[in-house]
């Protein structure tokens, strides 16, 4: 009885937003689409065979160097008034999010600003730190590439309760911390990898305390300079208001009927920082992964750091700065993927292929279900085509 209550409360507060941000919108997306993209009839096929089963709406960019720019979209925005997912369409980056964390980090190293192998402490404030056990222990690339053993803030049931049952309340970065104040680190800091949100989280923290705004700082010296106009964060819970953003759906009851979750989902997002929060368009996606792989933004020691990758117990590639090692059937990519309540979405580079590649949906993907295997599924479709 409480469960269905809980579903019912959450369905309510994540009623329908006002269609005004779904109208039909002409933006800019800065680029020339090829139409004549050799994989583009195969690729809008596999994206409606989807949208047509199970997936809400799903849009792409690609870039490849031989043929150029190539977006599309399919399915709706809103499910509920039948509103078309177009190409002008932002999306939820969700952990792609980190990648643009790892390069604000990377920027400062540049500055002389930090030193990546210097204790967290050195530049976290004791008002964050003292909610970590051992925070003395942990380095600034520890957090980086995820072997600082910190625990997991969305892991722990009471936090999570709390955002399920009040889901119109925005959270901080020191609730999130206040979660995990306590707990015992997972491992020896450094020993091993493990992917935590909490380790971008607290690097969101050591942003502003060295520039006084780290979201600020990722507009003024990365979108800026990139052009990146259709890309969107803030510190402040209201930058989502009035976009161009697609409702979001969740099938919570894992029967293949994804219900509107779409205030959890703007709450959550506007709430995250470091480990989530940016919106933008698919080509806006690519364009800024192909600025850090080609030397737009970062030096190349930056990007060689970058592309560290620390091994996991198997001794497989992992995690870089906010890089993700992708093993495509023995094809490397990078990359990172992102999942919410109510979105999903990759955003991978293909060097054998030089290719790029964003691909995202507005069907939550924070939990796995049947339905939520569709949107791997799609995902890895699109791949395999853009391989061959």
């Known amino acids: 009885m409480m469960k269905k209550i809980l579903v019912l409360a959450i369905l309510i507060s994540g009623c329908i937003l006002s269609n005004a941000q779904n109208k039909k919108t002409i933006c800019d997306l800065g680029i020339t689409i090829n139409p004549r993209f050799s994989k583009a009839k195969a690729i809008d096929s596999i994206i409606k065979k989807y949208t047509d089963a199970i997936l809400p709406g799903t849009a792409i960019a690609v870039y490849t160097e031989k043929e150029g720019w190539w977006t599309s979209s399919s399915g709706y925005a809103n499910l509920e008034e039948k509103t ?27 500055k002389g600003k930090i030193d990546f192998d210097d204790p967290m402490t050195k530049y976290l404030p004791v008002k964050y730190s003292r909610y970590i056990k051992d925070a003395g222990k942990i380095t600034v690339r520890m957090l980086l590439n995820q072997t600082s053993g910190v625990p997991e803030y969305n892991s722990n049931p009471s936090f999570v309760n709390h955002v399920m049952m009040h889901p119109s309340d925005y959270f901080t970065q020191e609730d999130c911390l206040k979660s995990i104040g306590g707990e015992e680190l997972q491992f020896v800091p450094g020993s091993k990898y493990r992917y935590t949100n909490t380790n971008y989280l607290l690097l969101s923290l050591i942003g502003d305390a060295l520039t006084g705004n780290h979201a600020a700082f990722i507009q003024q010296n990365i979108l800026k300079p990139l052009g990146l106009k259709n890309t969107y964060y803030g510190l402040d819970h209201n930058y989502l208001r009035g976009l161009n953003l697609p409702q979001s759906y969740w099938d919570i009851l894992a029967v293949g009927r994804p219900a509107n979750f779409t205030k959890l989902q703007q709450v959550t997002v506007a709430s995250s920082k470091g480990d989530d929060g940016l919106v933008c368009t698919p080509v806006d996606a690519v364009k800024f992964l192909k600025a850090i792989m ?23 590639n992992r995690y870089g700065m906010g890089m993700i090692y992708f093993d495509l059937e023995g094809i490397p990519a990078y990359g990172h993927g992102g999942g919410g309540i109510g979105a999903g ?23 796995d279900t049947e339905t939520t295997k569709k949107a791997d599924d799609l995902k890895n479709e699109i791949l395999i085509t853009l391989l061959m």
């Open 345 to 367: 979405c990759g955003l991978l580079y293909i060097p054998s292929h030089k290719t790029y590649v964003f691909i995202s949906t507005n069907l939550g993907v924070l939990v």
């Open 84 to 110: 078309p997912m177009e190409n002008c369409h932002l999306q939820y980056i969700q952990s792609v999010s980190k990648m643009y964390m790892a390069t604000e980090i990377l920027l400062l190293k540049e």
């Open 294 to 316: 080609e030397g737009k933004i970062l030096k190349p020691e930056s990007l060689k750091e970058m592309l560290n990758f620390v091994k996991d117990e198997k001794g497989r």
